[in-house]
């Protein structure tokens, strides 16, 4: 066990931080131990079955199905040998300088945590999306001088007919400006959260009143702003417990939590559980 989470990087090759891997049998991709990434990646499964826990959720594998892990996320995907698909995986700066659309990473539902992170493909859907795979293949394999401009494009249209099948899937759009306050909360949510435990303190720097923040991130998320903030401590306590060996006290303080009794309290009123206790738990159910 180690004493902190690992974080993989992107292997650059060729200057570019984006790659394209072939989900074969053996394959050079192999994330039975669960760590974080500091980029993006989508997993495009064609066949086979198994399980991808991302964060505490535990998906199942299965074929015409698109996964979606975001950077900072911790996974493990544990795949049976007859599990075939690709993996893409890029930096948010590969597509800030690669992409005509800047706000593609931000707007997209499974990454801004507005939708769910596993996309089941329908046959008109699923086709299509494999094609522009085998093309981003190909185009990475390639010594074209706009290959990086080429896959930003392939990613952001990949990215875009799956948002479109989400929100048409879901009934329709949000509000407009709801939206756009809701993405902005959830960016300096993941910047903040470990200095930033008021509400107040994001409104403030969102130029927003505290009481509009909360009450339009409720009616987006179904949560109010102190409760996304809760939950986010709570989420990361509970990846350090899980996936490292450092002890709640030392969780409490990277935490900037002044008290570890008083952090103790609030993961046991968040979660049920003791730190310890829950750390014990959960180990005994994720690593098996």
Same mark, same amino acid.
């Given at each position: ?27 050079? /991709? ?9 980029? /993006? ?28 892990? %975001? ?7 544990? *795949?049976? =040998?007859?599990?075939? @698909? ?5 930096? +948010?700066?590969?597509? !800030? ?25 329908? @046959? ?13 293949? %190909? ?6 001088? !706009? *290959?990086?401009?080429?896959? @930003? ?12 099948? =989400?929100?048409?899937? %879901? ?51 179904? +949560? ?37 009794? /008083? ?15 829950? *750390?014990?738990?959960? *180990?005994?159910? /994720?690593?098996?």
């Amino acid at each position: 066990m180690t004493t902190q989470i690992p974080i993989h990087d992107l292997v650059e090759t060729d200057d570019t931080s984006c790659r394209i891997i072939a989900l074969n049998v053996p394959s050079d /991709y192999s994330t039975n131990e669960a760590h974080r990434h500091s980029y /993006y990646e989508l997993l495009l499964f064609t066949s086979g079955s198994g399980k991808h826990m991302i964060d505490f959720d535990v998906h199942e594998i299965g074929p015409q199905s698109i996964h979606f892990v %975001a950077a900072g996320q911790v996974h493990a995907l544990k *795949r049976s =040998m007859d599990t075939k @698909g690709y993996v893409i995986a890029f930096s +948010k700066e590969f597509m !800030f300088l690669n992409s005509t659309d800047t706000n593609v990473l931000n707007d997209f539902p499974a990454f801004n945590k507005t939708a769910h992170p596993v996309l089941p493909l329908p @046959g008109s859907l699923f086709p299509e999306l494999q094609a522009l795979v085998k093309s981003m293949e %190909a185009e990475f394999s390639g010594s074209n001088p !706009f *290959r990086d401009k080429m896959l @930003g494009a392939f990613i952001s249209i990949l990215l875009l007919k799956c948002r479109s099948h =989400m929100q048409s899937s %879901a009934g329709g759009k949000a509000d407009a400006n709801t939206q756009q306050l809701l993405l902005r909360f959830n960016a300096l949510l993941e910047e903040k959260f470990i200095t930033l435990h008021k509400v107040n303190e994001y409104a403030e720097l969102m130029n927003v009143s505290a009481n509009h923040l909360s009450e339009s991130i409720k009616k987006l998320t179904g +949560k109010t702003a102190g409760e996304q903030i809760q939950d986010r401590l709570v989420l990361e306590a509970k990846r350090l417990l899980l996936h490292s060996a450092i002890t709640a006290k030392e969780i409490a303080y990277h935490l900037n939590f002044s008290d570890p009794s /008083y952090f103790s309290r609030f993961f046991k009123t968040n979660t049920g559980m003791a730190p310890e206790e829950f *750390r014990k738990q959960s *180990r005994e159910k /994720y690593q098996q």
